[in-house]
């Protein structure tokens, strides 16, 4: 069956929509990588905090009957986990690499110990979608933008305010020091082990909110692997996005389409091997990191140029 005639209008809205709402889940979490980066330092825990944030903001969600109340406790969770690979990395100066995998490993068991009575609870507290006024008739365009859960338009507003944070404030301007030069950023009278600290910290709240957003919202439940490795996808992203929020932003949505094309390709008429589909944000993943990695060969690298590099006072 030719493809173009099986496409319907409604569909078509329903996979962009999806998109979207997929978008969000990875845009959180690759913001916050994108912030703990920025600083100099490398988090590869970011599966780790999602998961934990995941059982804990639907634990919370579910007892408390509020998903907001869910939201804030996952981001608590993810905020309070990543203190424990700031300790090590920025503190202690453990390489970031070995206590970043550290992290996912003890998150998603953590998230498995916390979660485990409440796997496949039947209990829900689910956010619900809220259209703006005004821009939800324009068609194709407020349906697939403007009519999202409040999340979805938190995410939007955090990536504008850590925009401005980075780029307009004298904090951002430690933090942007600190992941390049740290010891200049010292001479300027920043400490950057508190810099680091609190950035290592708010990267955490924001995968905790992601993994909060797909058990209050995308999925509404708990169950062990949920996560699924889309903590890794949120990485990759910081890098194909070029550590600027609004390339973060992009890449979030196209990653975000291919984690959609599972559950909408049959709406088509497609068939698809899931088993496939399952494997394409991932083997997007990494056909990005090649393109990027070739084109860059000869271009300054984008990346802040102390991250993964610990800072001691004593040997600048």
Known sequence: ????????????????????????????????????????????????????????????????????????????????????????????????????????????????????????DARRSVFRDVSVPGLDDIPWVGEVIFRHSPVTYLAAASGVVVWFVLNRTSIGLGIR???????????????????????????????????????????????????????????????FGAWRPGRVAIGALLFGFTLALKSRLGVFGIEFSPILLDMTPYLLTVLVLVIISIRARDKPSPAPAAIGIPYRREER
């Open 1 to 120: 069956m030719i493809l173009a005639l099986t496409l319907t209008e409604a569909s078509v809205i329903g996979l962009l929509v999806a998109a979207v709402q997929f978008g969000t889940l990875l845009y959180l979490a690759a913001l916050g990588e994108m912030v703990a980066e920025k600083s100099g330092v490398l988090n590869l825990g970011v599966e780790g905090m999602m998961a934990t944030g995941a059982a804990v903001g639907f634990i919370v969600a579910v007892e408390t009957g509020s998903p907001w109340m869910g939201l804030i406790a996952g981001s608590a969770a993810g905020a309070a986990l990543s203190l424990v690979h700031a300790g090590a990395a920025v503190g202690l100066g453990a390489d970031q690499v070995v206590s970043g995998l550290a992290l996912t490993i003890l998150g998603l068991g953590l998230a498995d110990f916390v979660g485990d009575g409440y796997t496949d």
């Open 177 to 239: 020091a600190a992941g390049e030069t740290a010891s200049t950023a010292d001479a300027a009278g920043h400490s950057v082990l508190r810099l680091r600290f609190a950035a290592v910290a708010v990267g955490g709240a924001f995968a905790g909110a992601s993994g909060a957003y797909l058990t209050t919202y995308l999925v509404g439940f708990w169950s062990q692997n949920l996560t699924a490795g889309r903590g890794w996808i949120a990485v990759a992203l910081v890098i």
